[in-house]
């Protein structure tokens, strides 16, 4: 795990005690419970998207390593290092992040943003007062703009190109997991 | 046009004032030697001493009785006015601080005076600055100051104001009288103990002028924490360091041993905790005062002002630092005496509080100005002043730059280097500099002129200059803008997602670290002060969720009523041919909203004239752009400091917050429910029809009991209440079915509606959401004992009264199987 996200130990330590405060009936990995015990989540429109996304798979407990693991993507990216390469494998570079973000969107895995899966996150991120015409010609200009082989949903590599001018590195890290 | 008018209406009052002070002052002098010559016989000029009158004079010119008053209200009026008129042209106070332009404003008027007086009869006098200005702006600060970010950031506000500020006062000291003794500022009767008190009133980083540039600047609120704090707090030290070389300098080089040093030492501890313990002891007293006031509710505000001043002037009495008493004692009692205040009350503290520190703020910029405008205080030495502002200017950065570095070690989350940037180049002197310097004795200080016109010129330059400056800067070290082309939605979407995705994600790792601290002061907190200061029925405010109930209860009334306004009259409800459809048509609704923006989505809506409403629909090219900026919830980042002078905006995130709550809450319900009963859980959102939506909305209303909990203080501790309910949450959700704020359960009309054919249509806000929730069934509850007679309606309308307990006991053990593990214990709340 230590190569893998390259969080230093104290950090490390720190996110340890933060699990344990989080498990809180001490099992050693955490249910979906214990997230909903965070208010701020119930509050955040995608919170729920949040929380599965540090459920891999068909578990339904997360331990420490996975956690980190899912945490270690909102490292910031380092910057001195300049050569893609060398980035690629770790989970903050710009394009795991991509991926996560991809993923936060596209539930089922397909790969593919479908118009439905668009509309999930419109309807939770938008308020009640947007009526359902309003949400699908919302999910249809979006689509319309970033879908470029005609496909009516969204890859990956055309999701990373409408988002080639964002500044991914800033907006989705979170300097205290250096 | 309008522009125009404004400014020379202004001109004219403007003249006319000036033209009055400076004819009052002459009348004063007049009217001192026509007392001295005698008699005096007109009707126009008599009154006051001006000897015997031979007849009954019908209107008299009492100038003596009230100029004083007059002068004053006056002056308060024509800085008001330059503020009017400077906030007419948002385009120019853009680019240039308020702050600046109400200095300029003060050189014009100043100009004024002197033309017509030849000598600055009006500046800012330090007692009036310090006893009758200051203080309300103190308070305003402390009172608004957001608690949580404030004492995370404690350990780097002290440090810099106490660390920062004895740099900063001997570096400048030291270096002036270096270079006085290398002769670059000529022939000078200053000693170095002069030159180490003028350094430590120039010190100051002063809280005034930080707020009225980092109002206008919205740089980030760690920063801004930061350096405010600073300013407040290093009030302590000047204070301090003033005094004890005031002392130094009246006794003489000669006597200055180790005892007086150490003395100075210990005076710094006693001052600045003893101010802080005067502060605190106000703030309590507020508190327990605001305790007992509810049968004076009238003038319950006004305790929160008297008070408060009065830490400012106990403090001062007792040579202590008033500004940190003042600050304190603002910084305790916020939190109770929101509790304890009536809601009115509590707004009316606030907006007067806004208004006074205001008010203050602009009254003394105007009068800085002025002051400048008075040829006695006009001293000019290019080495003194230059060398002055090169080296306050210089040794702020070196003092933040070192000392944050040092800092940043420690922290959790480090300052970036643009910030420190920042936060040196706000380093701003302003009026207390300028008091403090007006202060000084000139028979022990022959140079105080000099020392007058060289603090005026910094404050000029900080606050002008720097003022300016500062909003391109931040702009200019930010990463560089990407090119404003067209974002497109995906990106515009995706950027809000980040957001929201950040905030989750500091919300599941936590503030690591300080969580100990925290949750001990919380403890101490829940365990002793609370019970001591916060009216009993307050604190059952906050953890009992029965009394929010009520309260949803009154909302949901009121927006009812504001609805059936706003469709004409309430009529409907006996008008058979209404419907009263608590589906929660938004549809229609929100198309208005669209055009009239009202505040709050009605949880009822009336669909009276269907067809015409129909007909208001908008088309169908609607601007979707446009749309997705309305409509995107904001996330809690962005959600401003309250502090600002200007800005009270609450109200939009509220209900933004309640709906992402509301949906959030009810996914969970359904998946818990779910997992219970084994079904699988269902695509709402798929399909997803208009009835479900409403359904949404309705069930989880109970839920805003953390909303309303929140709205009163969301804006400083939402990180606090928010952790306080988290013991709540579990056990709320299962609860949920109980549904207590399930719409307006007015057993008044009910009857009216419910037909015959009840059976077949139960109205949905009492069904209870089942997994397949595209067909509308009836709850339990509702299957239980159907509300159709008068006299359950009368049980259901008792709800809000009798307590939860029989209906929710029975609901739970019916509806859900138990829980197959205990409700987890409440965990302590600092785990957020």
């Not at chain 1, 118009?115 to 200009?141: F, H, K, N, P, Y």
């Not at chain 2, 953390?706 to 309910?725: M, R, V």
Request: include cysteine; hydrophobic fraction near 40%; charge should be neutral.
């Amino acid at each position: 795990m230590g190569s893998s996200s390259s969080i230093s130990s104290a950090h490390l330590l720190r996110l340890y005690d933060r699990f344990e405060s989080l498990d809180r009936d001490n099992r050693g990995c955490l249910s979906p419970d214990d997230f909903e015990a965070l208010g701020g989540l119930a509050m955040n429109p995608i919170g729920g998207r949040i929380m599965e996304a540090f459920f891999s798979s068909g578990q339904d407990t997360v331990d420490f390593s996975s956690f980190v693991r899912i945490l270690a993507h909102f490292r910031p990216t380092d910057r001195n290092r300049n050569k893609e390469g060398a980035q690629q494998e770790l989970p903050s570079s710009r394009t795991r992040k991509l991926k996560f973000a991809f993923q936060l969107y596209d539930m089922d895995r397909d790969g593919k943003i479908s118009r439905e899966e668009l509309l999930q996150v419109l309807r939770a991120m938008l308020g009640l007062q947007v009526t359902e015409e309003q949400l699908q010609s919302i999910a249809e200009r979006a689509i319309q703009e970033a879908d470029l082989d005609k496909d009516d949903a969204i890859s990956f590599d055309e999701f990373k190109k409408s988002l080639e001018k964002t500044d991914i590195d800033t907006k989705m890290s979170v300097s205290f997991l250096k | 046009m309008a522009t125009l008018w404004r400014f020379t209406l202004f001109l004219c009052m403007l003249l006319m004032a000036c033209g009055g002070l400076s004819l009052a002052s002459k009348e004063a002098k007049t009217r001192s030697s026509q007392t001295e010559t005698g008699t005096h016989n007109t009707t126009e000029e008599g009154g006051h001493g001006a000897g015997p009158i031979t007849t009954l004079p019908i209107v008299t010119w009492k100038w003596d009785h009230i100029s004083v008053q007059y002068l004053v209200a006056l002056w308060v009026l024509v800085c008001w006015l330059c503020k009017l008129l400077i906030e007419a042209n948002h385009n120019v106070t853009n680019y240039i601080p308020e702050s600046a332009l109400l200095i300029c404003s003060g050189f014009i008027l100043g100009g004024m005076i002197w033309g017509a007086d030849k000598v600055q009869t009006f500046s800012l006098n330090p007692t009036v600055f310090f006893y009758f200005l200051l203080p309300q702006i103190i308070l305003d600060s402390g009172y608004h100051m957001p608690n949580k970010l404030f004492f995370t950031n404690l350990g780097a506000i002290l440090i810099h104001a106490v660390i920062g500020t004895c740099w900063n006062a001997a570096s400048l000291g030291l270096s002036l009288w270096g270079c006085h003794m290398g002769g670059a500022m000529g022939d000078l009767d200053i000693g170095l103990l002069q030159y180490l008190l003028f350094g430590s009133l120039m010190a100051a980083v002063d809280p005034v002028a930080v707020l009225a540039v980092f109002d206008q600047v919205h740089v980030n609120e760690v920063l801004f924490i930061i350096v405010f704090g600073e300013s407040l707090l290093n009030d302590g030290v000047t204070v301090v360091l003033f005094n004890v070389f005031d002392a130094f300098v009246s006794l003489g080089g000669g006597r200055i041993n180790a005892a007086e040093i150490i003395k100075g030492i210990v005076s710094f501890f006693v001052v600045a905790f003893g101010g802080s313990l005067v502060g605190i002891a106000f703030g309590i007293l507020i508190s327990l005062l605001t305790r007992c006031t509810k049968n004076i509710q009238i003038i319950e505000p006004g305790f929160i002002f008297v008070m408060g001043y009065l830490s400012y002037l106990t403090a001062e009495m007792l040579s202590l630092s008033a500004i940190l008493s003042t600050t304190f004692c603002g910084v305790l009692c916020q939190k109770y005496v929101r509790a304890n205040m009536d809601e009115s009350s509590v707004q009316t503290v606030k907006y007067a509080m806004k208004v006074f520190a205001n008010g203050s703020e602009t009254i003394i910029f105007v009068f800085l100005g002025i002051s400048a405008i008075d040829k006695v205080i006009w001293v000019w030495n290019t080495g003194f002043i230059l060398l002055t502002v090169f080296f306050v200017f210089v040794y702020r950065f070196i003092g933040v730059f070192f000392l944050q570095w040092i800092l940043n070690r420690y922290r959790l989350v480090p300052v970036e280097l643009m910030d420190m940037v920042i936060m040196s180049y706000g380093g701003l002197r302003g009026a207390v500099a300028y008091g403090l310097a007006v202060l000084l004795d000139e028979k022990k200080i022959k140079e105080k002129n000099l020392m007058i016109c060289t603090t005026l010129i910094v404050v000029y330059f900080t606050v002008i200059l720097q003022g300016i400056t500062m909003k391109p800067l931040v702009m200019w070290l930010k990463v560089k803008r990407a090119a404003v082309a067209e974002v497109s939605l995906l990106e515009k979407i995706t950027n809000k997602m980040f957001n929201h995705t950040l905030v989750a994600i500091e919300d599941i790792s936590g503030q690591i670290g300080d969580n100990y601290f925290r949750s001990k002061w919380r403890h101490f907190e829940e365990k002793w002060m609370t019970p001591f200061l916060m009216k009993p029925s307050a604190r059952k405010k906050q953890d009992d969720v029965f009394d929010v109930f009520h309260q949803l209860n009154l909302k949901d009334a009121m927006e009812y009523v504001t609805e059936g306004e706003r469709r004409g009259s309430l009529e409907f409800v006996r008008n058979d041919s209404a419907i009263l459809d608590f589906k929660k048509k938004l549809e229609i609704t929100d198309m208005i909203g669209f055009l009239c923006s009202r505040d709050h989505i009605p949880s009822v809506s009336l669909e009276m004239h269907e067809q015409t409403m129909k007909a208001m629909r908008e088309p169908e090219a609607v601007d979707v752009h446009h749309l997705l900026d309305q409509h995107l919830y904001k996330s809690r980042k962005q959600y401003r400091h309250g502090f600002s002078r200007s800005d009270f905006k609450i109200n939009r995130d509220e209900k933004e917050v309640q709906e992402i709550f509301q949906r959030t809450m009810r996914n969970r319900l359904e998946s818990f429910k779910s997992a219970k009963m084994g079904v699988s859980p269902p695509k709402t959102l798929v399909k997803y029809s208009k009835k479900e939506q409403q359904e949404k909305v309705k069930t989880k209303r109970g839920n805003k009991e953390l909303d309303s909990i929140h709205s009163t203080d969301f804006e400083f501790s939402e990180g606090d209440s928010a952790s306080g309910y988290d013991s709540s949450y579990p056990s709320f959700s299962m609860r949920a079915t109980y549904r207590p704020g399930g719409g307006i359960e007015n057993p008044a009309f009910m009857p009216d509606l419910y037909p015959t054919d009840l059976l077949q249509e139960i109205p949905p806000w009492l069904a209870e959401g089942e997994p397949d929730s595209s067909m509308v069934a009836p709850s339990l509850r509702a299957q239980a004992n159907l509300p159709n007679s008068p006299m359950e309606m009368h049980r259901l309308g008792l709800l809000p009264a009798s307590t939860r307990s029989t209906d929710t006991k029975q609901m739970n053990n019916d509806q859900l199987p138990p829980p197959p593990t205990p409700p987890p214990p409440p965990p302590p709340s600092g785990h957020m």
